[in-house]
């Protein structure tokens, strides 16, 4: 059963455009979620995160969304870069697990 | 013994110490993790390792080494320290790698350098 969702496997986006990237999760007691970027080959970075009592955090071109009644956040990258293409996880953090999504491939289109 | 265990529990080092965190899993995991959580801040992934070999390191200052000796052990070994490398560090284990599973902490170590 898996309770953190990336249901995108991919997405494809034009360069300067709005990239968003979705993610659903099941238990209502998560405490804060995390979205990571990886590239191949190389480590995940830390990018955002938000804590369940805020419905938005922003950091620069980086903007999460929580929708706790749906049960679903949203990371809005813009405008979208070359460099922005990569894996994109969302994680859901309580008591002593972090529990990550399959992942979102981000292709941003020349 | 069940879940994941880190010791010690609590550390206070001088700068010019030389000390070691263990973890150790008792899930059959494959994979394992550290990470440093700062005050206020989000888990900071450190080091990964995937069946025994590292896969990733997110730029870490080479005064924090691991070593990985079988997939149910993992060492942080740590050497002339600063004091903002102070902080909560979590070992976690997945039975897959490196993300996209569940990963389970252990209860961590409180770090603080003087």
């Known amino acids: 059963d898996q309770q953190v969702k990336q249901n995108s496997p991919s997405l494809s986006v034009q360069e300067g455009r709005i990239s968003i990237l979705n993610c659903d999760y099941t238990?209502?007691?998560?405490?804060?979620f995390l979205w990571y970027k990886k590239y191949p080959a190389e480590g995940p970075t830390f990018l955002i995160s938000?804590?369940?009592?805020?419905d938005k955090n922003e950091d620069g071109r980086f903007t999460v969304f929580l929708n706790k009644s749906a049960k679903h956040l949203s990371l809005h990258i813009v405008p979208s870069q070359p460099g922005d293409s990569a894996v994109y996880f969302c994680a859901a953090h309580r008591d002593d697990k972090i529990i990550f999504g399959k992942g979102t491939r981000l292709h941003i289109l020349p | 013994e069940t879940g994941v265990t880190q010791t010690p529990r609590h550390l206070v080092m001088g700068m010019t110490n030389k000390k070691s965190l263990k973890c150790e899993q008792h899930l059959g995991h494959n994979a394992m993790y550290w990470y440093k959580q700062s005050a206020k801040k989000p888990l900071e992934l450190m080091f990964v390792?995937?069946?025994?070999?590292?896969?990733e390191n997110n730029s870490v200052p080479s005064r924090f080494s691991p070593e990985c000796p079988n997939s149910s052990h993992l060492f942080l070994h740590l050497h002339t320290l600063q004091p903002e490398d102070s902080a909560l560090y979590l070992c976690?284990?997945?039975?897959?790698?490196?993300?996209?599973?569940?990963?389970?902490f252990g209860p961590g170590t409180r770090l603080t350098v003087l």
């Open positions: 390792y995937n069946f025994k070999e590292q896969t």
């Open positions: 238990n209502s007691m998560f405490d804060y």
């Open positions: 938000i804590s369940s009592i805020k």
């Open positions: 976690a284990s997945s039975q897959e790698g490196p993300l996209g599973d569940t990963q389970y």
